[in-house]
């Protein structure tokens, strides 16, 4: 139903009135099949219609060629062609009347005679009703003959046959046409009654008769009787004979009769005594039509024994499709059936000696029908079961439908478990899909289906056999025995462990399933598991031998019903060991064979774990070691070790590879092995953990020292803490030195030698105080390998005893009483020092007394400058004085000068003995040590040197204080002369200065003009270097924005360009204007072309006498109305307050609509076929704003990739449903790829290839038939004389002429050429295809290549099919309508470029194929559960939120009164004017995480604020602008920067009604003082720094760089503003265009229909009303075609049911009124216009009522007589 704009309710009757909409796709495609017999009657008929139409053919061109003694050299179907031109016509008229009616004039000129059969000179020259034509001339022949002025017209019905090929092309022409056939059986009739005759005449032509028949001349009496004026009808002259004889009979058994007084003078005869001896008019007219009768009959009789002849042998379809007989319902598909059904009647009639009857022919026919209906119908219900399996889930009740089905009757068919059938079912139906693929081949037959209800029922046995305990092994074997379920290879020897492996594969499936339908075992699974069996049994054998079969344990491990994983033959003989002792260990613990049996888990177990530890043992002892795999294998559920830390991996391999070099080589860890491994490296590093600690826990780490998995040596719990401090050193020393957290921990060794380490270092502190008694031992402490101290010298030991005793005290004042390593270490590194130190010192004070000794004062100098000696004030000029207070020194000793020993004290309180002559030192005092007298120490000499420089120094002093004198002396005489010469000048100074200042000017005067006039000469080169420069300086300050550290300078220098100026605001204006006004151009010239497209149909049904000039005069009026209205669109102003949240509803929908492809695309695959209108295109096409940009493109193309995965995913089973279907998706895309998008590719692509085409002069003809006629005609046309060449002959025939094959080689090659040259044109110039097109042919290629793996053609095909088909054709077919090639209204393509261009698409083809927002939320909310299956999903708490779908006045205020109609209708009258904006926006926050997004807004927050900052003070840092203080200029500056942004916002928004352009994003701040944005500028930066996201540090970096990026992008939207704005400018400027060219085809309309109106004013006349009210029978409608037929009715009844037809105030509206016996019945409302787009569209029938099936074009031609 649709509701009119005056609210009322009229029918539209589409296949959904038809069809139940409840009926799902399969069941609809099942009912499609079931009336599938009734479509093969109607082709029948139609058919039927057709042979009878050329039979009329064949008699008008076979009476034409009598009249004018002329053959028409051409074939029936070609005879309406030939009458086109009216030559035929023209002489047929001059062989009636030659002196009167010239050639140039036809017969009955001006109309006036008889108008019901003078045809349309449309109906003959543009062959619009051909039918009519030879109507017409069927009826010139009856009266011409009538007249005596031409020959009878022959009847060639069953005459005359034509082939299937001409039959078939004339149903498709007539129906196309959808033309009513006119009824020829009625013009003897109409004659009669249109021609008036007098009494006298009538009388005359009676007698006439009568005396022919008296004379016994048949031919004579045929004439006399088809004389105008003797009124007889259905005269047929080939039953002249026959007539005569039984008129001859009649004529005597009257005269015989009757008494008359015989006379010739019949002039004196009255009529009623002629009549007593003679026949009169209705006594010969019953004589006539018994003789047609009997005739009749006769052959029927013998097409009836023409049909018996051919059942055994013989063209049986022929015999059966004779017009004569009418057989009904005859379908050539299954004409064998027809054959076998007919030879078993014949048999039966044979044996009863019965002939066969017509009504046995006719029952037979209708009982083979009915045998292919319910075929054909178990085939459907097949179908749908088969449809029914390959859905997941199956649908059981469906299932249990079908099973029940009368039409089949399964045994064994317990409904109690449909859902285990139809397991098994599917499993079947898999079975065989995968075998014969989807096809007819896949399809369960019924045979197939019973049997796999056998294997059900069998099967639920098995498995309660397996349920009961103990398990019934008897029902099992019987089972497993069945043929029913074919089992292979069951040794029944076996049967015990088959039991128990199934059984426990059935407790395994309870367990996981419970007990149900999944938990059962099936066929395939119980073969399995018996293979399975088998193969256990052969390897527990195998294993049990001794030695075992190593072959055959390998053969049962690699069998795939073992369905053994990971199974590696170079482990063979590990997994034999294994297998063995699990074998034995379960043989320990039972006796039972079949539980000692190894399982496939027990093998499986084995294998798995065998291969990991073996690949963990290869892991390990690889070089270097495989961490990952070593992660893979400790993680490996087989092993399943306990205490694993993963991030230690590389510790536990170090571990490990340590374990397993301690063992040999074939010797693997093992899992106890390896799980000992890990726990003493978990141990170690929870120590090592330990000792990072800060503090350390030292209960924990004495727990880790004496734990028993480490099994440390040595460790003694009082030196707990020299371990401790040890360790921590060997930690951090590691730390340091190795930056992997797993290569720096201490191992085991390592903490043993630390502990060992300790232990020693202890020692030594204990033996400090028993040293030198225990020399030796300690010596042994110190040069322990494990401490390995550095540069440990034993000679010295002593000294590092003293210095470590030393130390010892110093650390007593620190209270810690001992050594550690460290202090041992730095005590011998110490005592080295000093020891190198003291040997040194006394080396040189031995040199010093060897200078002396040889008095060489050079060496003595040096030797006193040492820097080993370091004595000060030593002076080389005073070396003799040195020496010789030196040598007295020495002379002045006299003690013992033969030892060879000096002794030096160090610094500790020790001293080094030194041997003169040995040179070797020692700490230790040397026995009987005794020092040489003579030796002057370093203290001595160092006394000596003093006191001589001292001496020396006396007088040396004094020198400063003389030079002091002189220097004041000298500077009094200069200063005298200075202050003299000062004066003079300071008298001078006035002229100084001015000869200065001349003599400076005219320098710099004479230089400055110099420069200027340099400057002056190079003026541009001055102007381009500044200009180059300064645009350096700025660019180079630019790229600094680009810099991964932003300079603050350039922040400051273009935060300007954030600033929104005029020129911004007016191009974000004007952009936004263009994109409403291009969206509104787009549907007001949809709209416009829509009903211009309504316009031309009507003013063609106009020229076609269809409708009335009312009728378009109406619909132009209505068309100016919607210009008007949509030129004038206005937008919603003012909506209800309670109807705010419901319209921010809609805008949250349609946002989700837009962004989210799969809700639409499921849509669009829910939504059936009846509701996918142009609504539905022209409302996804608007939420996507017909891809005014490339975001919305983009979004549109995305949905159409979406969609059509749907559509492949869940439609397509074969090439055939991508070919011949038309789903929604595809239209769509075609259709935004047409217009403007592919205008240029299309013209680019085809322009040069059309053009030969259009301009060639032959023809394309592939038909032989078409190549022979025209090649006849030729021949007659240049010899002027009729060709002897037959006229009539099929395909084969003509392609036996030579002419006909070379022409038809001629035409292939042509078009052999015209295809390569368009391929040529198409493969190169793919890339011009429009994107969308591209993307959405790509999508559907890989969709049918992944649902179509081993058919990669398919994909190929599909994909042709879509580009050339359904894009490229029609640019092909009509390229002026596509603008391929310059379309002229003065010169159009003709019939001949038009008939080329399509042979052309067709071979090209060929080769291929080898109230919008309440309406969609409705339709959202129907089909919500499909699209929206969670529920979870957005969509429904937005639909939740919407509620129930409102009305356009619910949701928009309506300022008139409700309740009264005539504002109603304002109401909607403007509600179809209104257009809704909506803001498309989102209450969900798509990235799903409310933290990231709280985050995210507080940085952008932020960063808006310190952008605005910024703006007002400057800085050099921003820090620095957040502490400059405010000034009043700042804050004014502050202000006007948040008012001018509040003002355009708000101006642009009421401009474009929506937020939704660039500005709808810009911060937008409330009246805040600047000093309280700079706080809140604080707290976010801190609160970032606080999240890691910037650092004050780095001057907030992150946060200018994110402003520098705004800069940048800011520049780059202005860049692409631009060439948006330009190109919407365009696209407004082709849309401009285009509406121009709707309003001149709208005037030239005008102009058209005004002219008409003038016509009829001129020339019409007042005519009589027209009834208002018709009433017919149901009979009387069928008599004139009308009604063909009522549901539930009986011919017989028709005359009870009335048809009542009324005329409405709407003049193309009509009431429709059905009563039965007086009682209305129904009533409806009629759609004049519906009923002419049906007509339009070829719809022959419609119903009506539900019941009554009405021709269209007889209903049609009812209401134009009867009311228009």
């Given amino acids: 139903m649709a509701q009119t704009g005056k609210g009322e309710m009229h029918i539209m009757l589409r296949e959904k009135d038809v069809l139940d909409p409840a009926l799902t796709r399969r069941e609809i495609s099942g009912l499609r099949a079931r009336v599938q017999a009734a479509e093969i009657m109607d082709e029948e008929r139609q058919k039927f219609i057709a042979y009878h139409y050329l039979c009329r053919l064949a008699e008008a061109k076979d009476w034409i060629e009598k009249c004018i003694n002329e053959n028409i050299p051409v074939s029936v179907n070609d005879f309406e062609d030939t009458l086109r031109n009216g030559i035929l016509l023209a002489k047929l008229s001059n062989a009636f009347a030659s002196e009167v009616v010239p050639l140039k004039r036809i017969y009955d000129r001006d109309g006036a005679k008889y108008k019901i059969f003078h045809p349309e000179t449309v109906d003959l020259y543009d062959q619009k009703n051909m039918p009519k034509v030879i109507y017409c001339i069927h009826a010139l022949a009856l009266y011409c003959y009538k007249l005596g002025k031409a020959p009878a017209i022959i009847s060639l019905t069953g005459k005359i046959a034509f082939t299937d090929e001409e039959i078939l ?102 009529e009623e005594d002629y009549f007593r001896t003679n026949l009169t008019h209705s006594e010969i007219q019953t004589i006539v039509g018994g003789v047609n009768e009997e005739r009749k009959d006769f052959e029927m009789n013998m097409a009836l024994q023409a049909v018996i002849n051919s059942i055994q042998e013989g063209d049986l379809l022929n015999a059966l499709r004779n017009p004569l007989l009418m057989f009904s319902g005859i379908d050539p598909s299954i004409i064998h059936i027809y054959r076998n059904h007919l030879i078993a009647l014949k048999k039966r009639r044979d044996q009863e000696e019965v002939q066969i009857t017509y009504d046995d022919i ?227 613990t039972s006796n039972d064979v079949n539980e000692i049996m190894l399982t496939v888990k027990d093998v499986q177990v084995i294998v798995s774990r065998e291969n990991a530890l073996l690949i963990l043992d290869r892991s390990i002892r690889a070089e270097p070691v495989e961490i990952s795999k070593v992660r893979e294998s400790l993680r490996s559920k087989v092993l399943n070790f306990s205490n694993l830390r993963m991030e230690i991996a590389s510790f536990y391999a170090t571990i490990l590879k340590d374990r397993r070099d301690s063992k040999n080589d074939d010797d693997i860890l093992r899992e106890n092995e390896i799980q000992f491994c890990i726990d003493e490296a978990n141990v170690l590093i929870d120590l090592n953990n330990c000792l990072i600690e800060d503090p350390v826990d030292m209960t924990k780490l004495k727990s880790y020292l004496d734990d028993e998995i480490l099994h440390l040596s040595d460790v003694n719990m009082d030196n707990v803490v020299l371990y401790v401090s040890a360790l921590i050193a060997k930690r951090k020393q590691k730390m340091m030195t190795i930056t992997d957290s797993n290569k720096n921990l201490l191992s085991k ?116 400058q040492s820097t080993v000696l370091s004595l000060v004030g ?66 001595e000499i160092e006394q000596i040197i003093a006191s001589v420089t001292e001496r020396y120094d006396l007088y040396h002093k004094q020198i400063p204080r003389i030079i002091a004198i002189q220097a004041l002396a000298r500077g009094y005489l200069v200063r005298r002369v200075i202050k003299q010469r000062k004066y003079e000048l300071k008298c001078l100074l006035p002229a100084v200065i001015k000869i200065q200042t001349i003599c400076r000017g005219y320098i710099q005067r004479k230089s400055y003009s110099n420069r200027l006039k340099y400057f002056a000469m190079n003026e541009k080169a001055v102007i381009k270097m500044q200009s180059v420069f300064r645009c350096l300086k700025v660019r180079n300050c630019y790229n600094g924005l680009k810099s991964p550290d932003v300079p603050f300078a350039a922040i400051n220098m273009f935060v300007y360009l954030l600033d929104e100026s005029q020129k911004d605001f007016e191009e974000e204006l004007e952009l936004q204007k263009l994109r ?71 805008q949250s929908l349609f946002y989700l609509l837009q962004t989210e492809p799969k809700y639409l695309a499921k849509l669009i695959f829910e939504m059936p076929q009846s509701r996918s209108n142009r609504f539905v295109e022209a409302a996804i096409l608007t939420i996507f704003n017909y891809a005014a940009n490339s975001r919305e493109e983009f979004l549109l193309i995305k949905l159409f990739n979406t969609a059509l995965q749907e559509e492949v995913l869940n439609r397509v089973n074969s090439i055939e449903d991508v070919t011949e279907s038309n789903p929604l998706v595809i239209k769509l895309a075609i259709q935004f790829n047409r217009g403007s998008r592919s205008q240029n590719c299309l013209k680019d692509i085809f322009g040069s290839v059309i053009q030969p085409v259009i301009n060639c002069k032959e023809d394309y003809n592939l038909d032989p038939l078409n190549i022979y006629k025209e090649w006849l005609q030729h021949l007659e046309l240049i010899s002027g004389e009729a060709s002897q060449l037959p006229h009539n002959i099929n395909t084969e025939q003509a392609l036996k002429y030579p002419e006909v094959k070379k022409k038809l080689a001629e035409c292939i090659e042509r078009l052999q050429v015209v295809i390569a040259d368009i391929v040529a044109a198409i493969v190169p110039a793919a890339e011009k295809l429009p994107y969308a097109l591209r993307c959405v042919a790509m999508t559907l290629r890989k969709c049918l290549e992944k649902k179509f793996p081993n058919d ?80 979870d999903d957005p969509l429904r708490e937005v639909l939740s939120d919407l509620g129930v779908p409102l009305s356009e006045i619910e949701l928009i205020e309506v300022p008139a009164d409700t309740n009264d109609p005539i504002a109603v209708e304002a109401v909607m009258e403007d509600l179809a004017k209104t257009e809704v904006c909506l803001t498309l926006t989102t209450r969900f926050d798509l990235k799903g995480d409310n933290k990231t997004s709280d985050v995210s807004s507080l940085f952008n927050g932020t960063k808006n604020l310190i952008e605005d900052v910024v703006r007002v003070q400057k800085g050099s840092s921003l820090a620095d602008i957040l502490d400059t203080p405010l000034s009043e200029p700042d804050s004014e500056k502050y202000k006007g920067i948040i008012s001018s942004r509040a003002s355009k916002i708000a101006l642009i928004s009421k401009v474009t009604q929506s937020q939704d352009s660039t500005y ?192 269209v074009n007889s209903l049609i031609g009812l209401l134009n007589k009867k009311f228009y």
């Fill in 874 to 939: 030593v002076n080389a000029a005073m070396i003799a004085d040195y020496l010789t207070s030196l040598t007295a020194a020495k002379d002045e000793r006299s003690a013992d000068v033969g030892s060879n020993w000096v002794k030096h004290e160090i610094e500790i309180d020790y001293y080094i003995y030194y041997n003169l002559n040995l040179e070797e030192f020692a700490y230790d005092s040397p026995e009987d040590f005794v020092s040489n007298g003579r030796f002057l120490t370093k203290i």
């Fill in 749 to 864: 060794f390592e903490v043993n030698l630390v502990i060992y380490s300790s232990n020693v270092v202890v020692a030594i502190n204990e033996g400090l105080d028993h040293y030198p008694s225990n020399r030796e031992q300690f010596n042994g402490w110190l040069r322990d390998e494990t401490l390995a101290f550095n540069e440990l010298q034993p000679s010295i030991i002593t000294l590092y005893v003293g210095i470590m005793k030393e130390m010892r005290k110093e650390k007593l004042d620190i209270k810690k009483n001992y050594l550690d390593f460290m202090d041992i270490q730095n005590s011998i590194t110490r005592g080295n020092e000093i020891h190198d130190t003291n040997v040194s010192l006394v080396k040189c004070v031995v040199k010093v007394n060897s200078t002396i000794e040889a008095e060489d004062q050079i060496a003595l100098l040096v030797a006193l």
């Fill in 362 to 588: 006719q029952l037979t026919i209708k009982s083979a029908n009915e045998e292919m209906k319910r075929m054909n119908y178990q085939q459907s219900v097949l179908q749908i079961l088969n449809n029914l399996l390959d859905s997941n889930p199956v649908n059981c009740s469906k299932l249990k439908e079908c099973l029940q089905n009368e039409y089949f009757e399964f045994s064994n068919l317990d409904a109690e478990y449909i859902e285990q059938y139809s397991i098994v079912m599917r499993r079947g139906r898999l079975e065989k899909v995968v075998i014969n693929g989807y096809g007819e081949k896949g399809l369960l037959t019924s045979d197939e289906i019973q049997r796999l209800i056998n294997q059900a029922n069998l099967l639920r046995e098995l498995n309660n056999a397996l349920d009961r305990d103990p398990t019934d092994n008897e029902k099992l074997e019987e089972c497993l025995r069945s043929d029913m379920l074919a089992l292979r290879d069951v040794n029944f020897g076996w049967l015990d462990v088959y039991a128990v492996c199934l059984k426990r594969r059935r407790m395994e499936k309870i367990k996981i399933y419970g007990n149900g339908n999944k938990s059962l075992l099936y066929v395939d699974e119980i073969q399995r598991l018996i293979l399975q069996t088998n193969w256990l049994i052969v390897l527990n054998k195998a294993v049990d031998e001794n030695p075992s079969n190593q072959d055959k344990i390998n053969e049962c491990l690699f069998s795939e019903y073992m369905d053994i994983e990971d199974v590696c033959p170079d482990n063979l003989m590990q997994y034999i060991i294994m297998l063995k002792l699990r074998k034995n260990e379960k043989a320990a």
């Fill in 1352 to 1431: 990669k053609d398919i994909a190929l095909k599909a994909v042709g099919h879509f580009v050339i088909c359904r894009y490229m054709h029609p640019a092909l077919i009509a390229p002026d309508a596509f603008d391929v090639i310059p379309f002229s209204i003065e010169n159009p393509l003709n019939s001949h470029q038009r008939h080329c261009l399509a042979s052309v698409a067709s071979l090209l083809q060929r080769v291929a194929v080898n109230n919008t927002m309440i309406v969609l939320f409705q339709l959202v909310v129907d089909f919500e559960n499909e699209i929206a299956p969670n529920t």
């Fill in 1076 to 1146: 409403s006004y291009i969206v509104t151009s787009i549907r007001a010239n949809l709209k416009l072309e829509k009903d211009l497209s309504s316009m031309d149909v009507k003013i063609g049904l106009l020229v076609k006498n269809r409708i009335t000039l009312q009728d378009v005069v109406h619909q132009n009026r209505a068309l100016k109305k919607i210009n008007k209205d949509v030129s004038n669109v206005k937008g919603i102003d003012v909506m209800i307050k309670e109807r705010t949240r419901q319209l921010e509803g809609y």
């Fill in 169 to 270: 092309e004339k149903t498709v022409e007539l129906k196309s046409r959808g033309l009513k056939m006119p009824m020829f059986n009625r013009i003897g009739g109409i004659l009669t009654k249109e021609i008036k005759v007098d009494d006298e005449t009538f009388f005359k032509a009676i007698v006439a008769v009568n005396r022919a028949i008296d004379d016994e001349d048949a031919p004579q009496t045929v004439v006399a009787m088809n004389h105008i004026a003797a009124r007889l009808v259905d005269i047929d002259p080939d039953h002249a004979d026959y007539y005569q004889e039984k008129l001859f009979i009649a004529l005597k058994d009257k005269t015989s009769d009757a008494i008359i007084d015989t006379t010739d003078n019949t002039k004196d005869l009255t």
């Fill in 1560 to 1751: 709808s994003g810009t911060r937008l701040e409330k009246e805040v003082s600047l000093e309280k944005v700079k706080i809140r500028i604080r707290e976010g930066l801190q609160a970032l720094e606080e999240k890691a996201l910037t650092s004050s540090e780095n001057g907030y970096a992150t946060v200018l760089k994110e402003i520098a990026k705004d800069i940048l992008n800011r520049r780059l939207y202005r860049k692409n503003r631009k060439i948006e704005i330009l190109r919407l400018r365009e696209a407004q400027v082709a849309l401009d265009a285009k509406t121009n060219e709707y309003v001149d085809q709208m005037d030239y309309y005008n102009k058209y229909i005004k002219t008409c109106i003038e016509n009829m004013a001129i020339s019409s006349k007042k005519k009589k009303d027209k009834k208002s009210v018709l009433k017919y029978t149901a009979s009387r409608l069928q008599e004139k075609s009308i009604v063909s037929s009522i549901i539930g009715l009986q011919s017989q009844q028709y005359k009870n049911v009335v048809f009542e037809i009324a005329s409405t105030d709407d003049p193309s509206k009509f009431k429709m009124h059905a009563k039965m016996v007086g009682t209305t019945m129904d009533s409806i409302m009629l759609d004049f216009e519906h009923l002419l787009e049906l007509q339009y569209e070829g719809i022959l029938s419609i119903k009506i009522f539900n019941a009554a099936m009405f021709d």
